[in-house]
């Protein structure tokens, strides 16, 4: 019989795996897809993916520890662009980046939403 496959390949296998590095491995077959859509397709399919990764874990500590340091490596490779929409300000507010969710409060705050 074959080993089990850990990281992205099965969520619920990857606490041996260094949060960081499972991060680096969502964005690295995630960013493709996510770069061609909309922020707020963007939001859609993030919503989609936490939804799914969140059932998959055995222990929700490690997904809270990887999920937001997922969405910063995506903010960081989609361009760290300035926020222009609500879409945009939710998912720079799941980022484990202080500075993204600072930019995220201080955009919902002006009334922009």
Same mark, same amino acid.
């Given at each position: ?9 099965? !969520? ?6 260094? !949060?960081?590095?499972? &991060? ?8 493709? !897809? ?9 939001? +859609? &399919?993030?919503?989609?993916?936490? /939804?799914?990764?969140? /059932? /998959?874990?055995? /222990?929700?500590? +490690? ?11 995506? +903010? ?5 662009? !300035? ?20 930019? &995220?409060? &201080? ?7």
């Amino acid at each position: 019989m074959g080993k089990e496959p850990t990281g992205a390949n099965n !969520p619920a296998a990857a606490s041996d795996i260094p !949060p960081e590095l499972l &991060a680096e491995e969502w964005a690295n077959r995630c960013l493709g !897809p996510l770069q061609i859509l909309s922020w707020p397709d963007r939001l +859609v &399919a993030l919503k989609e993916m936490h /939804d799914q990764l969140r /059932d /998959d874990f055995r /222990d929700f500590t +490690v997904f809270c520890e990887v999920f937001p340091q997922f969405v910063r490596i995506l +903010v960081e490779r989609l361009g760290n662009e !300035p926020i222009h929409c609500l879409e945009q300000a939710h998912i720079y507010a799941n980022s484990a980046d202080p500075d993204h969710r600072t930019m &995220a409060g &201080a955009w919902l705050k002006r009334g922009q939403a």
